[in-house]
């Protein structure tokens, strides 16, 4: 507790205030009495102890006459945090002690380097980082959590914790595992990785034989799964052969009529983007739900890229094998009038290409209103000319220097309409 140790100096010289056996009794009595006195002190000075209050502490040492200041020290770590001053009066001699260095306050962890425990319903891998457990999940997640907080709440991992569909390992052979049959687990599937490399589905094994799969081992599975053409159904738990529908760089369309580019795929899903910076997976088992995207799914307004690499902005079919744009980014130059392009080969734009045609836009000084559907002009303000310089000073001076000034009226009229025209390019 910061606000006990900002009181260690106050303490001491309570403590020495009764250290005369003669007139205060044991070495005991005088701590207490000397605890009593810096807790009075804490008190008046209005300090908030954090997980109890003062007159708690008071109360409690008031009624204590036999306990020594060392046992005192060990309660009050539970009962007002007074560990966190990192000293204690010992019981044998009254001196002040590091608690850092006492080996009797040492905490054990209750799990080992290496071992496998279940923590809120999840496994985790056991590490040490010093001062607290490091749990590491089987995606390669790590948390890092004090030692009582997991010891009061993790126990040791074993068969009865696994789960259908969970990944696991023994010395030879990682698998997918499905039920426990008696001294037997079921698994969907084992990969075989010491020298034979054999892919087998629903297989037997001995269940004592089995810890989690960690990150490498479970993306080696899966590996394995993908090359065999294998998915997984998380709904249902089956592993089924299937064909991948799609490919990595296709562009789909969901039931939803949203267009996703494939990035990757993994055994059981599609990663996908949607090229304005939005991720997102679909399940490989419900491909059939999705189609390849065609020029039919465009709409007013969609960024597109031609087959020719011309980036634009999608405005209306013309015929089957063309359509319209509003604009269009043609090999680096901002072509505002669009054009027609070819509808074969054309798809959806990449968030880079995106950036692109947005930047050629703006440097063009043009803006599209996506809303509206509409491509608009931005008027540029003209910059200020000697001949604005000029009528500027003339102004200046008739009003400033010269006052009385009876300046003509072919020089005002110059001036007034200078001033008109000032005003319409700022507005």
């Not at 005088?30 to 502490?57: Q, S």
């Not at 009050?76 to 002690?97: H, L, M, P, R």
């Not at 306050?105 to 490091?134: A, L, S, T």
């Not at 997991?150 to 990682?174: P, R």
């Amino acid at each position: 507790m910061d606000d006990i140790i900002d009181y260690k100096e106050k303490y001491n010289e309570a403590l020495e205030s009764y250290n005369n056996e003669e007139t205060c009794g044991s070495k005991d009595d005088r701590i207490r009495k000397a605890l009593i006195d810096y807790f009075k002190h804490v008190r008046y000075n209005g300090i908030d102890l954090k997980t109890t209050n003062v007159e708690e502490v008071l109360s409690w040492l008031e009624k204590t006459q036999d306990k020594s200041a060392l046992e005192y020290a060990k309660e009050q770590t539970s009962i007002t945090s007074f560990k966190a001053k990192n000293w204690y009066v010992s019981k044998v001699d009254g001196k002040i002690y590091d608690m850092t260095y006492n080996p009797t306050d040492k905490i054990e962890p209750k799990f080992k380097q290496g071992q496998w425990i279940v923590w809120k319903d999840k496994c985790y891998k056991v590490n040490y980082n010093g001062c607290g457990y490091e749990l590491i999940d089987q995606n390669g997640l790590i948390t890092s959590l004090e030692y009582g907080t997991v010891d009061k709440n993790a126990h040791l991992w074993s068969i009865k914790d696994a789960k259908d569909g969970d990944v696991l390992t023994s010395y030879n052979c990682y698998v997918l595992f499905k039920e426990i049959d008696w001294l037997n687990i079921k698994c969907h599937c084992t990969y075989h990785y010491v020298n034979c490399e054999v892919f087998l589905t629903n297989t037997l094994h001995n269940k004592y034989a089995f810890r989690p799969a960690t990150k490498e081992e479970c993306a080696a599975l899966f590996a394995k799964v993908r090359e065999e053409k294998y998915v997984w159904d998380e709904d249902k738990k089956e592993l089924k052969k299937a064909e991948l529908k799609f490919n990595v760089g296709d562009w789909v369309v969901n039931k939803l009529g949203d267009a996703w580019h494939i990035d990757s795929f993994d055994w059981k899903n599609y990663q996908v983007s949607d090229g304005k910076g939005n991720y997102n997976y679909f399940p490989i088992s419900k491909q059939d739900e999705m189609h390849l995207w065609t020029i039919q799914n465009a709409k007013v307004g969609d960024i597109l890229v031609d087959i020719y690499g011309n980036i634009l902005i999608y405005e209306r079919s013309s015929t089957c094998t063309f359509f319209q744009s509003f604009c269009c980014v043609k090999e680096k130059v901002f072509m505002y009038s669009g054009g027609s392009h070819c509808v074969e080969g054309t798809q959806p734009a990449t968030k880079e290409q995106r950036d692109t045609l947005m930047k050629a836009m703006t440097d063009a000084h043009y803006t599209f209103d996506f809303e509206k559907k509409e491509l608009k002009k931005i008027e540029q303000k003209s910059a200020w000319s000697e001949e604005d310089e000029k009528m500027f000073r003339s102004l200046h001076n008739l009003i400033y220097v010269v006052p009385d000034y009876d300046c003509d009226s072919i020089r005002k009229n110059e001036l007034s309409d200078w001033l008109k025209s000032l005003k319409e390019r700022l507005q």
